[in-house]
């Protein structure tokens, strides 16, 4: 089983509709978790960090945890197809608040007009 | 302000010739990490610095990867005998330590190495 995995897609949405991405951890004690976004060619970019069950917004996007089932999600309202890239999720494995992320292998998401 | 760079931005070497890869980090981060990007593998962890304490390496995948960080800033990638497997993206990331202890990192824009 892969320390952090998410569905590969790709996923594809209209303009304007909510994509929701998903991602499962192994490691019971992880504390951090990350979304990445990232473009074509491009190296990836923060978008939200979590560390708290519940969930966290910043404007259209809105990550979520649940420790218990060991899940992250990020949900991006109003999509546009700028939105279009890849979406890593990464969690900090461990239990410590610093220290390596452990990535999974992305989903690709594509947002048409 | 100043992002993480990397140089060369792309590299193309033989297989066999040794390669070295640079990063700068954030001025005033004091933690510095080199990740591998390839297909199918998705992003790696290599090696990581904070400060003056020993570097974790355990996420190298052989002996002929090494690297070092001069003076807690600059840090350099070297691959000896590099081979085909070897070609991938290698990125930087750096980091400080914020509130309540966490810390987030940024990437570089990363070195497109190909080994010949």
């Known amino acids: 089983q892969k320390e952090v995995e998410q569905n590969s897609g790709p996923l594809s949405v209209p303009e304007g509709a909510i994509a929701s991405l998903n991602c499962t951890y192994s490691?019971?004690?992880?504390?951090?978790f990350f979304w990445y976004r990232q473009y074509s060619g491009k190296s990836p970019e923060l978008i939200m960090s979590?560390?708290?069950?519940g969930d966290k917004e910043d404007g259209r996007f809105t990550a979520q945890l649940n420790k218990a089932s060991q899940y992250v999600s990020l949900l991006i309202r109003d999509s546009q197809p700028s939105d279009s890239a890849t979406y890593l999720c990464?969690?900090?494995?461990?239990?410590?608040?610093?220290?390596?992320?452990?990535f999974g292998q992305g989903t690709i998401l594509t947002v048409h007009p | 302000g100043a992002g993480v760079s990397q140089s060369p931005s792309n590299k193309v070497t033989e297989k066999g010739k040794d390669v070295e890869l640079r990063c700068d980090p954030i001025?005033?981060?004091?933690?510095l990490y080199w990740y591998r990007q390839s297909l199918g593998q998705g992003l790696e962890f290599l090696i990581y610095?904070?400060?003056?304490?020993?570097?974790?390496k355990s996420g190298l995948p052989s002996d002929r990867f090494s690297a070092e960080r001069t003076g807690g800033s600059v840090s350099t990638l070297t691959i000896q005998r590099t081979q085909q497997e070897d070609s991938a993206v290698y990125l930087c990331?750096?980091?400080?330590?914020?509130?309540?202890?966490?810390?987030?990192?940024?990437f570089g824009p990363g070195t497109r190495l190909l080994v010949l």
């Open positions: 990331a750096s980091s400080l330590i914020g509130d309540r202890g966490r810390e987030t990192q940024y």
């Open positions: 490691d019971r004690v992880s504390q951090s």
């Open positions: 979590i560390y708290s069950n």
């Open positions: 990464a969690a900090r494995t461990g239990g410590t608040s610093y220290g390596k992320l452990t």
């Open positions: 001025s005033g981060h004091t933690a």
């Open positions: 610095f904070q400060g003056n304490s020993a570097p974790d």
